[in-house]
């Protein structure tokens, strides 16, 4: 399975390693290096690098590398979502998952991935169980420990590893007891050139946050569970009464989860809240292009829109704008030639609009 | 670039903290800048020599600090192997930081330094021994990473007894050691394979990944070790971790593929099946197909392919991929486009995911067309995928194309082509082309777009149009003129060689529909002829020797002066070319003057018609590897892939997966038809759904849910009718059966279905690990159970009230049939705990064995103990005693009877608990409230407790009045938490057949005075336990059952005696720790 693991920065730096079988020399990554010379950019990197002895599987997250050397057959897709979980892990303990930070705690990063990991065949991935294997670091505890002596490493064996609720530990109370529920929902649209709909689907998540004492038993269930068509657990929810009864049946983990997601697919029809007319001209007379953007309402159900942001990739001889908004401020960033126009809310009766001049290189050039 | 300054300042840093703490994290700032593997070896050396000080000190947190720098060193991949002795020496350090950090170090240099390391292993030896099963299992995962071949042995050993360990934690840490051992010492395998052969046998979930996991790494070819585990492993799986489910599903897919027959075998053939139209009548076809096909599908087949389904809804991408391979490679073909919507679901994820989806996709989409044609939209390209996505969506969108949705894909691809991406850009051209030469019906109007590309302002569109609609002229060779004319002109402005080459080699090929333009085309090329690319060359050498055949009369001069350039060419392909062309065409030029045979040949050679390239899917040759495979991704062979056999011909016999030792409560398929009807109606109607039933995992409710709703009113009503009958015949079929069934009597089932089978030799032992299941899943949370039942029932009151009063009957049922006697231990997931299936057994659960009956206790012992000290609770004194009686709200449940007594001058009043445990299965029946309890008086009351099967004190609450709070705890003997049973002797012989290994326990005892007559041992145990006497013929016997409270794990002790002084006892319990304890406790009272 899993043999070693390198984090790489984005300069290129090996910064951690980390071996679970007998140790491989980090030369290995050269081959990575030659891919990631060749791409164009970091995300097309491929995931799954073979070289003569060794198969590099590899994600990418919060512009680190996070490469695995296996060596034999193994499902890349295991490989894949074992590396993402544990930037999850990190992400969770340390509340973002950074070179600077993974640096800070490094100590408590090797002794997470030793305990992810045995033989490179995952053993403990559930937050809950290492969370009580090692204290997550914060402040309070840096300092208390320092004076006190004490460890961020548990003397006692989480009691989830062996009950039938591994995600839950065990023993835990509350004052107030409380449950929070965050829907997100994410809608992906393709919309052509004349403004029709090609292709819009939903993917929705609920995030919970529990904190409950003791074993709760939890039922969610839904006034429309027909729409859910396409749904993913996390392992707490019981098949069989979704299957029968499409209620959400749950003994839920401590904390911060993702209990669901659903997808809801092109099949459907999906309204979209807002419309976007947009007349952009790239080359036209002169030092450059012309652009002009007008955002609106559209069926919201009568709900207001907020903090709309609007982005947009330039291409890449787009070499400056100079816009005027109506309403909130805009940046372009000339190096990702992202434009990024933060509208906030939509007022019906006063449509945000953006509008201005786009300096293209191919013109300037020509100039010189 | 570091100054030696910067040394100093470290080591002085190191001295400071050898003074004094500093926060960690400034350490560990320091740390990460400080240029430890520098140059200069001198600074070095004393940092380490520091670190070494740091190690010997005797403070705890000076080491700690010391070791979390050599972990930095070592995480960053730095040397630090030299510390080795120095750290080598803290593997007994109490600390338990500091001892983790030092394994974290032992397992990374133990290689290296192989004779320091030894000292190392008396410490894990002796830990190995530890009654915390942390520490046991921690100490067999270090020893076990410690790759010393010295050790072997040693290992070997462990492994062996942590294999037969009471903590379900230490076997797994004992399947995951197994690989190890097996890589640093291949010779051990016979003796691995018997271990892991005992782990596979394990029923934890916890366990069986791992054990599955090991099976793979060590030996992949004994398939034979997998029949008896089979059955197990489909039940467990939805229980197992995500990681134990991606390993057993692809181990299983493997398996399905050397044991069972081909499903499609009798099947309509590929072709037949792309042909069907996808929506028309899908359902109709569907049953009718599966009708005709389920007698042929194994019922080990279908309990495998039932028990995946369920994970396409997991979370974890791995999980869900596996159950698409498996369905891909195992399933019937109307079966597998049932992972579709769950693998378009993975589109959502991240890049990576996506990546390796959408080559497993692809390569489906070659042969399966139909299965992701709904989804044609999902693969639609967005600007923000990456570039290698975008290519793989593209790949995709062509295998799909149909004449009927060839329209939507081809306008997608001319937005495509406008994108701002180069090589997505030239894809989408040639993905064009795919289409075009595919779907005859689009030719012309592809090839007109890509003609209106010719004249693009973008040189790569161009190149790549041309390239493109050179090889779509070769497929239709007919009358494109003007096409070649055009690319002709283009021949000035077109600067991509590909495209060149392309446009040279079409008007060489064609040129007798061009005679004019294609020799001018020569000359110009002639002119130019040095400037060019090495491929463009070789085409005007091509296209020159081509126009001196067919036109000698104007290109001769000029043929020979590109061949003449060609000679002296710096490339000395090109300088071959042009002499072999040359030898073919001027034969002259040679000795022999006349020309030559091949001479004569050459407009057969050069003008000979050339075959249309046909353009294929890259993923059309990877059906050959494992779907998901990292071989399928690569498309080569990687190390340790294991092949996947071709379905056998004649299916080996399916007995071999018969497990003697359990009841086989399976599947027939007459019975599958049946249910699948049934089924049908509950995700239809899942509001008055009666039960949660597995069945409904069957292959139909994912198209269920795919129709709309009108769709399914009507047929529904069409089914009513199906229905009725089949509910019928369920429930005159279910009246006979009932008594015996529901409480599983387990006196052989006399249902037609179940009489088929072939294996029926169930035993009361294993029917009772059903129960077990059941009663532990129940127990978990016995209060909430009742409330569920009548939210269950009365849905189904109001709508289909015959079947009303069955329907707790019908779950039962449903139970029987779906989750076979293996899930005894715990499904969470699958329907465990409190879902409401299990409720209504254990009502009936006393009645389970009609030979096993619940006897009442022979002697109530006397023993009381302080619940509540009056010191502590200003007066109010509680004891109690254990009655041994069943309590009346719960079976499950221990009643102890409490004594209150008032010490205290004050009345007391209002007596009652508190707060009451919630976790673990444990709970509490309240005794009435005490109105009050005036000063001097006592009073009596009983309080029922459900243990769990567990001996560890009960907390809760006592409160007095409004204000008065104590925390008290009831301790329980681990006689208490079991009831006495009576059964016949055969019986328990049979029972302690089944409760061999892990389950049994021995001890072996001298009495302190010999006794003549056993039996008057019997008042001394059963003073200790609660247990049956079981009459039996033998003197030197003694007998004894239980069953635990909770559980309803049949306890058996039995005493052995020789002679009238040794004494042997035997304990046999499912729950080992009951087990263990219980047998210490027998001990300890016969040994006084």
């Given at each position: 399975?899993?043999?070693?693991?390198?984090?790489?920065?984005?300069?290129?730096?090996?910064?951690?390693?980390?071996?679970?079988?007998?140790?491989?020399?980090?030369?290995?990554?050269?081959?990575?290096?030659?891919?990631?010379?060749?791409?164009?950019?970091?995300?097309?990197?491929?995931?799954?690098?073979?070289?003569?002895?060794?198969?590099?599987?590899?994600?990418?997250?919060?512009?680190?590398?996070?490469?695995?050397?296996?060596?034999?057959?193994?499902?890349?897709?295991?490989?894949?979502?074992?590396?993402?979980?544990?930037?999850?892990?990190?992400?969770?303990?340390?509340?973002?998952?950074?070179?600077?930070?993974?640096?800070?705690?490094?100590?408590?990063?090797?002794?997470?991935?030793?305990?992810?990991?045995?033989?490179?065949?995952?053993?403990?991935?559930?937050?809950?169980?290492?969370?009580?294997?090692?204290?997550?670091?914060?402040?309070?505890?840096?300092?208390?420990?320092?004076?006190?002596?004490?460890?961020?490493?548990?003397?006692?064996?989480?009691?989830?590893?062996?009950?039938?609720?591994?995600?839950?530990?065990?023993?835990?109370?509350?004052?107030?007891?409380?449950?929070?529920?965050?829907?997100?929902?994410?809608?992906?649209?393709?919309?052509?050139?004349?403004?029709?709909?090609?292709?819009?689907?939903?993917?929705?998540?609920?995030?919970?946050?529990?904190?409950?004492?003791?074993?709760?038993?939890?039922?969610?269930?839904?006034?429309?569970?027909?729409?859910?068509?396409?749904?993913?657990?996390?392992?707490?929810?019981?098949?069989?009464?979704?299957?029968?009864?499409?209620?959400?049946?749950?003994?839920?983990?401590?904390?911060?989860?993702?209990?669901?997601?659903?997808?809801?697919?092109?099949?459907?029809?999906?309204?979209?809240?807002?419309?976007?007319?947009?007349?952009?001209?790239?080359?036209?007379?002169?030092?450059?292009?012309?652009?002009?953007?007008?955002?609106?309402?559209?069926?919201?159900?009568?709900?207001?829109?907020?903090?709309?942001?609007?982005?947009?990739?330039?291409?890449?001889?787009?070499?400056?704008?100079?816009?005027?908004?109506?309403?909130?401020?805009?940046?372009?960033?000339?190096?990702?030639?992202?434009?990024?126009?933060?509208?906030?809310?939509?007022?019906?009766?006063?449509?945000?609009?953006?509008?201005?001049?786009?300096?293209?290189?191919?013109?300037?050039?020509?100039?010189? | 670039?570091?100054?030696?300054?910067?040394?100093?300042?470290?080591?002085?840093?190191?001295?400071?903290?050898?003074?004094?703490?500093?926060?960690?994290?400034?350490?560990?700032?320091?740390?990460?800048?400080?240029?430890?593997?520098?140059?200069?070896?001198?600074?070095?050396?004393?940092?380490?020599?520091?670190?070494?000080?740091?190690?010997?000190?005797?403070?705890?947190?000076?080491?700690?600090?010391?070791?979390?720098?050599?972990?930095?060193?070592?995480?960053?991949?730095?040397?630090?192997?030299?510390?080795?002795?120095?750290?080598?020496?803290?593997?007994?350090?109490?600390?338990?930081?500091?001892?983790?950090?030092?394994?974290?170090?032992?397992?990374?240099?133990?290689?290296?330094?192989?004779?320091?390391?030894?000292?190392?292993?008396?410490?894990?030896?002796?830990?190995?021994?530890?009654?915390?099963?942390?520490?046991?299992?921690?100490?067999?995962?270090?020893?076990?990473?410690?790759?010393?071949?010295?050790?072997?042995?040693?290992?070997?050993?462990?492994?062996?007894?942590?294999?037969?360990?009471?903590?379900?934690?230490?076997?797994?840490?004992?399947?995951?050691?197994?690989?190890?051992?097996?890589?640093?010492?291949?010779?051990?395998?016979?003796?691995?394979?018997?271990?892991l052969e005992k782990l596979l046998y394990d029923k934890t979930t916890l366990v069986v990944g791992s054990a599955v996991m090991a099976f793979e790494e060590v030996c992949p070819e004994r398939i034979d070790l997998i029949h008896k585990n089979f059955r197990k492993l489909c039940s467990l799986l939805v229980d197992v971790d995500e990681w134990g489910q991606v390993v057993i599903i692809n181990m299983l897919t493997r398996y399905a593929r050397s044991q069972f027959t081909d499903p499609n075998l009798q099947d309509v053939d590929e072709d037949e099946e792309s042909k069907r139209p996808f929506y028309e009548d899908e359902n109709e076809v569907d049953e009718e197909q599966q009708e005709k096909r389920a007698p042929t599908l194994d019922p080990d087949h279908r309990l495998l392919l039932r028990s995946a389904k369920p994970l396409l809804q997991s979370r974890n991408a791995a999980v869900v991929l596996s159950v698409a391979q498996l369905y891909h490679h195992t399933a019937p073909r109307s079966e597998v486009h049932q992972v579709a919507k769950a693998m378009i679901r993975l589109l959502r994820s991240h890049r990576e995911v996506q990546d390796i989806v959408l080559t497993s996709i692809a390569a489906t989409a070659t042969r399966r067309k139909v299965m992701f044609e709904p989804f044609l939209k999902s693969f639609f390209v967005r600007s923000s995928d990456a570039t290698h996505i975008k290519l793989l969506k593209l790949e995709i969108l062509t295998s799909l194309a149909t004449e009927s949705s060839v329209g939507i894909i081809l306008r997608e691809l001319q937005t495509y082509v406008a994108a701002h991406d180069p090589p997505f850009v030239a894809a989408a051209i040639q993905a064009i082309g795919r289409c075009a030469s595919n779907i005859k019906e689009v030719t012309d109007t592809c090839l007109n777009g890509l003609v209106s590309l010719l004249s693009n302002k973008d040189q790569a569109v161009v190149a790549e149009s041309v390239v493109v609609i050179k090889k779509l002229l070769q497929t239709q060779p007919s009358a494109h003129r003007e096409i070649i004319i055009q690319m002709a002109k283009l021949v000035d402005s077109v600067t991509v060689p590909q495209a060149r080459a392309s446009i040279l080699w079409l008007l060489g090929e064609y040129s007798e529909r061009v005679p004019k333009i294609a020799p001018d085309v020569l000359r110009k090329m002639a002119k130019t002829f040095t400037s060019?690319?090495?491929?463009?060359?070789?085409?005007?050498?091509?296209?020159?020797?081509?126009?001196?055949?067919?036109?000698?009369?104007?290109?001769?001069?000029?043929?020979?002066?590109?061949?003449?350039?060609?000679?002296?060419?710096?490339?000395?392909?090109?300088?071959?070319?042009?002499?072999?062309?040359?030898?073919?065409?001027?034969?002259?030029?040679?000795?022999?003057?006349?020309?030559?045979?091949?001479?004569?040949?050459?407009?057969?050679?050069?003008?000979?018609?050339?075959?249309?390239?046909?353009?294929?899917?890259?993923?059309?040759?990877?059906?050959?590897?494992?779907?998901?495979?990292?071989?399928?991704?690569?498309?080569?062979?990687?190390?340790?892939?294991?092949?996947?056999?071709?379905?056998?011909?004649?299916?080996?016999?399916?007995?071999?997966?018969?497990?003697?030792?359990?009841?086989?409560?399976?599947?027939?398929?007459?019975?599958?038809?049946?249910?699948?009807?049934?089924?049908?109606?509950?995700?239809?109607?899942?509001?008055?759904?009666?039960?949660?039933?597995?069945?409904?995992?069957?292959?139909?409710?994912?198209?269920?849910?795919?129709?709309?709703?009108?769709?399914?009113?009507?047929?529904?009503?069409?089914?009513?009718?199906?229905?009725?009958?089949?509910?019928?015949?369920?429930?005159?079929?279910?009246?006979?059966?009932?008594?015996?069934?529901?409480?599983?009597?387990?006196?052989?089932?006399?249902?037609?279905?179940?009489?088929?089978?072939?294996?029926?030799?169930?035993?009361?032992?294993?029917?009772?690990?059903?129960?077990?299941?059941?009663?532990?899943?129940?127990?978990?949370?016995?209060?909430?159970?009742?409330?569920?039942?009548?939210?269950?029932?009365?849905?189904?009151?109001?709508?289909?009230?015959?079947?009303?009063?069955?329907?707790?009957?019908?779950?039962?049922?449903?139970?029987?049939?779906?989750?076979?006697?293996?899930?005894?231990?715990?499904?969470?997931?699958?329907?465990?705990?409190?879902?409401?299936?299990?409720?209504?057994?254990?009502?009936?659960?006393?009645?389970?064995?009609?030979?096993?009956?619940?006897?009442?206790?022979?002697?109530?012992?006397?023993?009381?103990?302080?619940?509540?000290?009056?010191?502590?609770?200003?007066?109010?004194?509680?004891?109690?005693?254990?009655?041994?009686?069943?309590?009346?709200?719960?079976?499950?449940?221990?009643?102890?009877?409490?004594?209150?007594?008032?010490?205290?001058?004050?009345?007391?009043?209002?007596?009652?608990?508190?707060?009451?445990?919630?976790?673990?299965?444990?709970?509490?029946?309240?005794?009435?409230?005490?109105?009050?309890?005036?000063?001097?008086?006592?009073?009596?009351?009983?309080?029922?407790?459900?243990?769990?099967?567990?001996?560890?004190?009960?907390?809760?609450?006592?409160?007095?009045?409004?204000?008065?709070?104590?925390?008290?705890?009831?301790?329980?003997?681990?006689?208490?938490?079991?009831?006495?049973?009576?059964?016949?002797?055969?019986?328990?012989?049979?029972?302690?057949?089944?409760?061999?290994?892990?389950?049994?326990?021995?001890?072996?005892?001298?009495?302190?005075?010999?006794?003549?007559?056993?039996?008057?041992?019997?008042?001394?145990?059963?003073?200790?336990?609660?247990?049956?006497?079981?009459?039996?013929?033998?003197?030197?016997?003694?007998?004894?059952?239980?069953?635990?409270?909770?559980?309803?794990?049949?306890?058996?002790?039995?005493?052995?005696?020789?002679?009238?002084?040794?004494?042997?006892?035997?304990?046999?319990?499912?729950?080992?720790?009951?087990?263990?304890?219980?047998?210490?406790?027998?001990?300890?009272?016969?040994?006084?």
């Amino acid at each position: 399975m899993i043999h070693s693991l390198f984090i790489i920065n984005p300069s290129g730096d090996v910064f951690m390693e980390k071996h679970w079988k007998s140790v491989i020399s980090r030369s290995v990554c050269d081959y990575f290096f030659d891919h990631q010379r060749k791409a164009s950019s970091p995300e097309d990197i491929p995931p799954v690098i073979a070289t003569p002895h060794h198969y590099l599987i590899s994600v990418y997250r919060s512009s680190m590398f996070f490469v695995a050397v296996c060596t034999t057959e193994v499902a890349p897709l295991f490989v894949v979502e074992f590396l993402h979980r544990v930037v999850d892990t990190f992400e969770d303990y340390f509340s973002e998952c950074t070179e600077s930070i993974i640096k800070e705690h490094y100590v408590v990063v090797y002794e997470l991935l030793d305990e992810m990991l045995d033989n490179g065949f995952p053993l403990a991935t559930e937050s809950n169980i290492l969370k009580e294997l090692i204290k997550p670091p914060n402040i309070l505890r840096t300092i208390a420990n320092t004076v006190t002596g004490k460890s961020n490493v548990s003397s006692t064996l989480p009691s989830g590893q062996l009950s039938n609720i591994p995600w839950r530990r065990t023993g835990v109370k509350y004052t107030n007891n409380e449950a929070y529920f965050d829907m997100i929902e994410e809608v992906d649209a393709i919309i052509d050139k004349s403004g029709s709909t090609v292709c819009a689907e939903i993917q929705g998540y609920i995030d919970c946050c529990i904190k409950l004492s003791g074993m709760p038993d939890l039922s969610l269930s839904f006034v429309n569970p027909r729409l859910f068509d396409d749904v993913s657990f996390h392992p707490c929810v019981r098949f069989k009464r979704w299957e029968s009864e499409r209620v959400l049946s749950f003994i839920p983990p401590d904390g911060n989860f993702r209990l669901m997601s659903y997808h809801i697919g092109s099949q459907s029809i999906v309204a979209i809240p807002v419309y976007v007319r947009h007349s952009l001209c790239l080359r036209e007379s002169g030092s450059g292009g012309r652009l002009d953007i007008t955002l609106g309402p559209k069926q919201t159900l009568g709900r207001t829109i907020e903090n709309v942001v609007l982005e947009i990739p330039m291409p890449k001889s787009v070499l400056n704008c100079g816009l005027v908004t109506n309403q909130g401020k805009y940046t372009f960033d000339p190096v990702s030639k992202l434009l990024v126009w933060e509208v906030g809310r939509i007022d019906v009766t006063k449509l945000p609009n953006i509008r201005g001049t786009v300096t293209n290189c191919h013109f300037s050039a020509l100039y010189f | 670039m570091y100054a030696p300054g910067v040394n100093s300042s470290t080591t002085l840093s190191s001295s400071s903290s050898y003074n004094n703490d500093r926060p960690p994290s400034a350490e560990a700032v320091e740390v990460a800048t400080d240029p430890a593997s520098g140059g200069f070896f001198n600074s070095d050396y004393k940092k380490h020599d520091d670190l070494k000080q740091m190690l010997d000190s005797n403070k705890d947190n000076l080491k700690l600090e010391a070791m979390k720098r050599i972990i930095g060193m070592v995480a960053k991949g730095r040397e630090a192997s030299d510390l080795f002795p120095a750290v080598v020496k803290n593997v007994v350090s109490k600390n338990i930081e500091v001892k983790k950090l030092v394994y974290v170090y032992l397992v990374r240099y133990a290689e290296e330094q192989q004779d320091l390391a030894l000292l190392s292993i008396s410490t894990f030896q002796r830990a190995l021994k530890d009654p915390n099963q942390l520490i046991r299992a921690s100490a067999l995962r270090v020893l076990s990473s410690i790759r010393v071949t010295m050790i072997v042995p040693i290992v070997m050993l462990a492994i062996k007894d942590a294999a037969a360990d009471m903590s379900p934690y230490v076997r797994k840490t004992a399947a995951h050691a197994i690989p190890k051992l097996y890589s640093l010492d291949q010779d051990q395998k016979e003796e691995l394979i018997q271990v892991l052969e005992k782990l596979l046998y394990d029923k934890t979930t916890l366990v069986v990944g791992s054990a599955v996991m090991a099976f793979e790494e060590v030996c992949p070819e004994r398939i034979d070790l997998i029949h008896k585990n089979f059955r197990k492993l489909c039940s467990l799986l939805v229980d197992v971790d995500e990681w134990g489910q991606v390993v057993i599903i692809n181990m299983l897919t493997r398996y399905a593929r050397s044991q069972f027959t081909d499903p499609n075998l009798q099947d309509v053939d590929e072709d037949e099946e792309s042909k069907r139209p996808f929506y028309e009548d899908e359902n109709e076809v569907d049953e009718e197909q599966q009708e005709k096909r389920a007698p042929t599908l194994d019922p080990d087949h279908r309990l495998l392919l039932r028990s995946a389904k369920p994970l396409l809804q997991s979370r974890n991408a791995a999980v869900v991929l596996s159950v698409a391979q498996l369905y891909h490679h195992t399933a019937p073909r109307s079966e597998v486009h049932q992972v579709a919507k769950a693998m378009i679901r993975l589109l959502r994820s991240h890049r990576e995911v996506q990546d390796i989806v959408l080559t497993s996709i692809a390569a489906t989409a070659t042969r399966r067309k139909v299965m992701f044609e709904p989804f044609l939209k999902s693969f639609f390209v967005r600007s923000s995928d990456a570039t290698h996505i975008k290519l793989l969506k593209l790949e995709i969108l062509t295998s799909l194309a149909t004449e009927s949705s060839v329209g939507i894909i081809l306008r997608e691809l001319q937005t495509y082509v406008a994108a701002h991406d180069p090589p997505f850009v030239a894809a989408a051209i040639q993905a064009i082309g795919r289409c075009a030469s595919n779907i005859k019906e689009v030719t012309d109007t592809c090839l007109n777009g890509l003609v209106s590309l010719l004249s693009n302002k973008d040189q790569a569109v161009v190149a790549e149009s041309v390239v493109v609609i050179k090889k779509l002229l070769q497929t239709q060779p007919s009358a494109h003129r003007e096409i070649i004319i055009q690319m002709a002109k283009l021949v000035d402005s077109v600067t991509v060689p590909q495209a060149r080459a392309s446009i040279l080699w079409l008007l060489g090929e064609y040129s007798e529909r061009v005679p004019k333009i294609a020799p001018d085309v020569l000359r110009k090329m002639a002119k130019t002829f040095t400037s060019e690319e090495d491929i463009v060359k070789l085409q005007v050498m091509t296209l020159a020797v081509k126009l001196c055949l067919t036109n000698p009369k104007q290109t001769k001069l000029l043929c020979q002066y590109v061949l003449q350039l060609a000679k002296y060419d710096q490339n000395y392909d090109l300088r071959d070319r042009a002499r072999f062309l040359r030898h073919i065409i001027f034969p002259a030029d040679a000795e022999s003057g006349g020309p030559t045979r091949l001479s004569k040949q050459a407009k057969k050679i050069f003008l000979a018609p050339k075959p249309a390239p046909v353009p294929e899917s890259h993923f059309k040759d990877r059906e050959q590897f494992q779907l998901g495979s990292l071989s399928h991704y690569i498309n080569t062979k990687a190390n340790g892939y294991q092949e996947l056999p071709p379905f056998p011909l004649e299916a080996p016999d399916p007995k071999a997966r018969d497990v003697e030792t359990e009841p086989q409560v399976m599947e027939q398929a007459p019975l599958f038809t049946a249910k699948k009807v049934s089924s049908k109606k509950d995700s239809k109607f899942y509001s008055d759904t009666e039960s949660p039933d597995e069945s409904e995992e069957d292959e139909n409710s994912s198209d269920e849910d795919d129709d709309d709703d009108e769709e399914e009113e009507d047929s529904s009503s069409d089914k009513d009718e199906e229905e009725d009958d089949n509910e019928d015949e369920e429930s005159s079929g279910l009246e006979e059966k009932l008594p015996k069934k529901v409480v599983k009597s387990n006196a052989k089932p006399k249902s037609d279905e179940e009489e088929e089978e072939d294996e029926s030799d169930e035993d009361d032992s294993s029917s009772e690990s059903v129960s077990d299941s059941d009663s532990e899943d129940e127990s978990s949370e016995p209060s909430s159970v009742p409330k569920k039942q009548t939210r269950n029932a009365k849905p189904a009151k109001e709508s289909t009230p015959v079947v009303k009063p069955k329907s707790n009957l019908d779950l039962l049922l449903d139970l029987d049939d779906v989750s076979p006697a293996f899930t005894p231990i715990m499904t969470p997931s699958l329907g465990g705990f409190l879902t409401p299936m299990s409720t209504p057994s254990s009502q009936v659960k006393t009645q389970l064995f009609p030979d096993i009956q619940p006897a009442s206790a022979v002697i109530s012992p006397n023993t009381t103990s302080e619940l509540l000290n009056k010191i502590n609770s200003s007066g109010l004194e509680i004891k109690y005693r254990f009655t041994r009686s069943p309590h009346l709200y719960s079976p499950s449940m221990a009643s102890a009877e409490l004594t209150f007594h008032n010490h205290g001058p004050d009345e007391l009043t209002d007596i009652r608990v508190g707060e009451k445990p919630t976790s673990g299965g444990v709970s509490i029946h309240d005794f009435a409230p005490i109105p009050s309890l005036s000063p001097g008086s006592s009073l009596m009351g009983t309080i029922g407790v459900d243990f769990a099967d567990s001996t560890q004190p009960v907390n809760f609450e006592i409160k007095i009045g409004s204000d008065r709070t104590y925390p008290v705890a009831l301790k329980v003997p681990v006689g208490e938490v079991i009831r006495a049973v009576t059964m016949s002797e055969e019986l328990f012989l049979k029972q302690q057949g089944g409760l061999r290994g892990m389950n049994e326990n021995t001890a072996k005892l001298s009495l302190t005075k010999p006794c003549s007559d056993l039996k008057s041992l019997t008042n001394k145990i059963l003073t200790v336990a609660n247990l049956g006497v079981i009459p039996n013929s033998d003197s030197s016997t003694l007998r004894f059952a239980a069953q635990t409270l909770s559980s309803k794990s049949t306890v058996l002790v039995s005493l052995l005696s020789s002679d009238n002084q040794n004494l042997t006892i035997t304990v046999n319990c499912e729950k080992m720790v009951i087990g263990s304890m219980l047998i210490t406790q027998l001990k300890a009272c016969l040994a006084d």
